[in-house]
């Protein structure tokens, strides 16, 4: 059974840094680009940032040049590191495949973004 576990979420201020982590089963994630989605209340997901298998990072214009996606094949795991964080990124935030090939989402990180 796929699975996927998020970490490292929490509370910052504006302009604080976090770092999440998400570890897949490996059937899943050997062969296939990885992303991260962020949901906020009352939205769908979203990618905001994923990677190719062979490690080559494509970000969302939301995201871009505050965050960074890398993936560590030999251990199964994603991490997206988050600077310069703003009230607009406060969501949950998901690993997953894309384009999304995997129906179970993990239970995600929560991210909150207030002063």
């Known amino acids: 059974q796929v699975q996927f576990v998020e970490s490292g979420g929490g509370l910052v201020q504006p302009g604080g840094s976090l770092k999440l982590s998400c570890v897949a089963s490996?059937?899943?994630?050997?062969?296939?680009?990885m992303g991260w989605y962020r949901q906020a209340p009352g939205n769908k997901y979203n990618v905001i940032a994923r990677v190719t298998s062979g490690g080559s990072p494509i970000y969302a214009d939301s995201v871009k040049g505050r965050f960074t996606i890398a993936r560590d094949n030999a251990k199964n795991t994603i991490v997206l590191q988050m600077n310069n964080l703003q009230p607009e990124d406060t969501a949950d935030y998901f690993c997953?495949?894309?384009?999304?090939?995997?129906?179970?989402w993990g239970q995600g990180t929560r991210v909150t973004i207030s002063s």
């Open positions: 490996r059937t899943i994630f050997s062969n296939h680009t």
């Open positions: 997953n495949t894309f384009p999304l090939l995997v129906s179970k």
